[in-house]
């Protein structure tokens, strides 16, 4: 089920599809790109509720020479001295890295967003930003568990495998589809 199906959210904007985390859900590597050591440390005060292990970089090269390391998102500001986060976005793609980026920037413009876009970003947070929207953003691009193969989020059935209903829950899903083209 895509919760884009039905609402138009664009990671880009810094609209995403999830409310209300739950921050012990949260859990896993996350690689924190920063050169402000006062950002580092709000942003390990907002997670420390949560199950994540936060992996902080002071810059784009410290981020690069750390890429070797097993993380499952990167999290980074775009202004930073030498390297903006931009370039590192692109130059971690070009070294093979494939989890989820998403850039952080006080610059909320239709074109930062275009170009977090084009560098290979997966979505874009601009500051200032709640702890509700961080969470939000870490639970949409894979941060969570468990989690729909889309990358739209943890958007699955609760019914246990033995519940006759179960069944049903494909037919549900196409029904919403048809739904929402006829609301659109």
Known sequence: LSVREYVDLNPFEGRFSLEN????????TLLHVDDSAMDRRLI???????GLNVISAEDAQAAIARCEESFDMVLSDVQMKGMDGFALATALRDKGVQVPILMLSAEN?????????????NGFIPKPF????????????????????????????????????LKLVPEFIDELKQTASSIT
């Open 21 to 28: 985390i739950d921050p012990a859900t949260l859990r896993g």
């Open 130 to 165: 709640t702890r509700e929207v961080l969470f939000s953003a870490l639970g949409e691009f894979r941060l969570l568990a468990p989690v729909s193969s889309d990358g739209c989020g943890p958007i699955y059935s609760t019914l246990p495998a033995e519940n006759p209903l």
């Open 44 to 50: 390990r005060h907002m997670l420390q509720d949560t």
């Open 109 to 121: 413009s239709a074109t930062t967003g275009e170009r977090a876009q084009a560098c290979g970003a």
